[in-house]
């Protein structure tokens, strides 16, 4: 039916292959290309033998022409990026050029400043009409599912849907001291940023991490979760109407948090370039360097992921909540495509995105975030290719008014 080239053969971009691999119906032709080429020819080397043809490039997705030359040789229908954020730009200029749809995962980051903003990539909005091609940002699992649980809930259980949470919750365990489970450089930033939430109207900052509750978990159980701003706030604060709050939240263990505390007080977790040994270095990325790469992880991870919204709102006059959640075991994705549950979760979403887009389903000229199109067809894919989705009507809530309330 269709060809997709991957840019980036990291974590998640193992995963997208293995997926695209799997839905050769869609998938007849991938194009995996990279930084580092040799990442890209082993995948082939294990993923080769079945019905989708496999080629494999180098390529430096910071450079608009050397894309242009790739895209106009293997000619996608889409490019699914799964580099890193700052080449987001680079990558949809090069779209652009060529006329060929696009997908990421990760909204785009200048690389000197930690932002976390939507804005550079929905400037291109009128460009990718005109140019009559589809982008389809954050298609990941958050963002990316959570904003189709947002979608589906709005068409199936709402009239109006007035408050989101959202819950990430890794229950992985790795036996190491401390690593983090996809890129270290992307996942610090998150973390050690401000905290924001989206109340009436209004950002609200916090500090890092200065919310934490108790969550209790379906098959997991109960985890301490902090709450941290996440990039599909904005677009879901945005795109659903009349929404009164939505916040993230996520889960790290103590002894994770007490690792970062140290890395932070010495200064290893900044972003500003430092002189040494007469070579500018930014001290975040010598510290991804000595990390354990994520890949790694996959074969000494235990546990499971457990991430998921829960809505409050309105239906029929009656007040409702609902709570959709998927629940992801490490060991099983390890066994299925040699990743853990963080790079699955993230990879299998990007894939499906990407068949819709070659079936013509989710295709519409412009810059779109997930939860702009139809949900349904999303949602039966989550079933079939490894993120099945449950339901409750019951859920354990969360506090709603923090700033009044007396626990941090
Ligand atoms: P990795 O660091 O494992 O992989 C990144 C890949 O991109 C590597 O293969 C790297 O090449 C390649 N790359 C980096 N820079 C360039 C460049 N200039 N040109 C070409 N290739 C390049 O990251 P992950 O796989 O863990 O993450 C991939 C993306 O997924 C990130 O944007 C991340 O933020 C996002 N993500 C999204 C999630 C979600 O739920 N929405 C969750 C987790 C991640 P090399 O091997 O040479 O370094």
């Known amino acids: ?171 992985g365990d790795h036996g190491l001291p401390f690593a983090t489970n996809f890129n270290p450089e992307i996942n610090i930033r998150e973390i050690t940023s401000n905290g924001r939430y989206w109340k009436e109207g209004k950002w609200i900052e916090t500090k890092p991490l200065e919310y934490k509750r108790e969550y209790n978990f379906p098959e997991v159980g109960p985890k301490d979760i902090y709450l941290l701003y996440h990039e599909e706030l904005e677009s879901l604060a945005k795109n659903v109407k009349g929404l009164k709050q939505i916040r993230f939240w996520m889960t790290f263990s103590e002894k994770y948090l007490t690792h970062l505390r140290v890395l932070q007080n010495v200064g290893m977790t900044s972003i500003e370039p430092i002189e040494f040994e007469g070579k500018k270095i930014v001290p975040l990325q010598f510290l991804k360097a000595v990390l354990p790469d994520p890949g790694s992880l996959g074969p000494r991870t235990k546990g499971k992921t457990n991430i998921g919204c829960i809505f409050r709102g309105i239906k029929d006059g009656k007040e409702k909540t609902y709570y959709l959640y998927n629940v992801c075991d490490h060991e099983e994705c390890y066994r299925e495509v040699g990743s853990q549950a963080v790079s699955y ?50 859920p354990e809530l969360l506090d709603l008014d923090l700033e009044n309330s007396e626990v941090k």
């Not at 082939?44 to 608009?64: F, M, P, R, S, Y």
């Not at 990007?350 to 519409?364: C, D, P, T, V, Y």
């Not at 412009?366 to 009507?393: A, I």
Request: hydrophobic share 40%; aromatic share 10%.
């Open 1 to 171: 039916m269709g060809k997709a080239l991957i840019i980036g053969a990291g974590g998640v971009g193992s995963v997208v292959a293995h997926k695209c691999v799997q839905n050769s119906d869609v998938f007849e032709e991938i194009m995996i290309a990279s930084r580092t080429k040799a990442k890209c020819d082993a995948l082939k080397e294990k993923l080769d033998g079945g019905k989708t043809i496999i080629h494999t490039a180098q390529v430096d997705a910071d450079n608009v022409d050397e894309l242009v030359e790739l895209i106009n040789s293997f000619k996608p229908d889409v490019v699914i990026n799964v580099a890193l954020p700052y080449q987001d730009l680079t990558i949809m200029e090069a779209c652009l050029a060529t006329g060929v749809h696009y997908l990421d995962t990760a909204n785009y980051e200048p690389p000197e400043t930690a932002k976390f903003e939507y804005k550079w990539q929905w400037a291109y909005k009128e460009k990718f009409e005109k140019a009559g091609i589809t982008a389809v940002l954050g298609c990941g699992f958050d963002p990316g599912v959570t904003g189709v649980f947002t979608a589906y809930a709005l068409k199936h259980h709402f009239d109006e849907i007035h408050y989101i949470d959202i819950l990430d919750c890794n229950a």
């Open 345 to 394: 979760t993230t990879g299998v979403p990007a894939m499906i995105g990407a068949s819709l887009i070659i079936k013509g389903i989710w295709r519409r000229p412009g810059v779109w975030n997930v939860e702009e199109f139809d949900p349904d067809p999303f949602m039966e894919e989550l079933n079939k290719w490894g993120l099945p989705w449950k339901e409750s009507f019951d």
